[in-house]
């Protein structure tokens, strides 16, 4: 490796705590997401609407205010925001601690999304890093997330088992907490505040990026790959529970993720270095839609449904580092922070959506779910079949950074 291509100690440094910054922030959202349906269920005045509802809301205000966080920090500075960010996080993260009903719960879980930091940690990796060295910084805070995500979803349960789910949104609070005092102390501030085209979006750019039909395709894809998150979330604790006890989720939880990782690593390989990207995506979408077809088959028979739940996450991770990493093949250095941004917003769309919708669709039944979801991930089966894979030779790539990652 050049000298040039050596990240500096100040970059290592910014990386690796704003990296931290990250992880720390979305483990919290992770730890409560395989509990929050059943938990939301017991709340006063909850109701299969309000529940999903309150499960994906925090992807609604993610995908609002991520924008104009973004802004803001390219005026006042990006240390400013995120403070004002994880205050903002804590203080939601408090609400839904304390809450005694769905609709306070509902205001808590708004509130976290509002503090939209992630562009804003993204903005200042790009400030901190040369423009030779930042795809590493970014591909570190993807990392984290998928760390933070096979933490949460495995300790969650196991948690909440032992102390109940109110103190997985303490421990929200108290992560947000430490990661102030952490980003002021420990992360170097940048010697200059710049707008950056390829971390940021950028308006002039927006027409050109939405004509984009391959990254339109890419954008529906994320919407729905979160989408289906968040429903599963909301419909399989139930019927995981009629079998097991709450407290016991986690046997199951743990080895259906870390097999999901399992198949991440090889199919993510194989598909940049052979230049099967597209064929990846069809065995996703594939064992996704199995998965669901056999949640709507067989919902009354354990092992079957736990089969169905290990095809849905094995699609799931074969998806989830290759959709960003097409988004950023599809998109050159001037456009690519717009692209992402775009792709991100999708992101956290779909998983207010996978809520909301689904709560709608529960007052009906599981099945109204189950059957929605089958014939979305067709549609973006055949949305993939229309298109150009990139024509360039594909490589293997570091992990791209996706920022809006929790349902």
């Not at 979803?153 to 103190?167: L, N």
């Not at 707008?195 to 039909?213: M, P, Q, S």
């Not at 194989?270 to 949640?295: D, P, Q, R, V």
Request: proline share 5%.
């Amino acid at each position: 490796m050049d000298d040039e291509d050596r990240l500096l100690p100040q970059e290592k440094q910014a990386i690796t705590g704003l990296s931290v910054i990250f992880a720390l922030r979305m483990l919290g959202l992770f730890l409560v997401l395989p509990v929050f349906s059943l938990y939301a269920n017991e709340i006063a005045g909850a109701s299969p609407a309000l529940i999903g509802l309150s499960l994906g809301a925090y992807g609604l205000t993610q995908a609002l205010f991520q924008v104009p966080f973004g802004a803001l920090s390219d005026r006042f500075g990006r240390k400013p925001m995120i403070v004002i960010g994880l205050f903002i996080f804590a203080a939601g993260s408090l609400v839904a601690a304390e809450a005694r009903s769905i609709l306070i719960l509902l205001l808590g879980r708004l509130l976290q999304g509002t503090g939209a930091i992630n562009s804003v940690v993204v903005a200042m990796i790009a400030d901190s890093t040369r423009e030779n060295v930042r795809t590493r910084g970014m591909a570190s805070i993807g990392i984290s997330i998928g760390l933070s995500f096979a933490i949460g979803i495995i300790t969650g349960p196991i948690i909440a088992g032992q102390f109940g789910v109110p103190v997985l949104f303490w421990l929200m609070v108290l992560f947000a907490i430490i990661a102030i005092p952490f980003l002021l102390l420990v992360v170097p501030t940048a010697n200059r505040t710049i707008h950056h085209e390829d971390a940021e979006i950028t308006t002039a750019l927006v027409v050109g990026v939405l004509k984009n039909r391959n990254l339109l395709r890419l954008n529906y894809g994320m919407f729905i790959v979160q989408a289906s998150l968040t429903s599963v979330f909301l419909v399989i604790p139930f019927l995981l529970r009629e079998h097991l006890a709450e407290s016991s989720l986690w046997k199951i939880y743990v080895p259906m993720t870390l097999l999901g990782m399992l198949f991440m690593v090889p199919t993510t390989i194989f598909a940049e270095k052979y230049g099967k990207m597209k064929e990846m995506i069809f065995l996703g979408t594939g064992l996704m839609g199995i998965g669901f077809l056999g949640f709507l088959f067989f919902p009354g028979l354990f092992w079957l449904t736990i089969v169905a739940l290990f095809c849905y996450f094995t699609g799931f991770n074969i998806l989830e580092p290759i959709l960003p990493s097409l988004t950023s093949k599809y998109s050159d250095p001037a456009t690519r922070g717009t692209a992402m941004g775009f792709f991100n917003m999708s992101q956290s769309l779909g998983a207010f959506s996978g809520g909301a919708i689904g709560g709608i669709l529960l007052n009906q039944s599981h099945e109204a779910i189950f059957v929605t979801m089958i014939l979305l991930i067709g549609i973006w089966a055949l949305v993939t079949a229309g298109m150009r894979m990139p024509q360039k030779k594909l490589v293997v790539a570091e992990p791209v950074l996706q920022t809006g990652e929790e349902p």
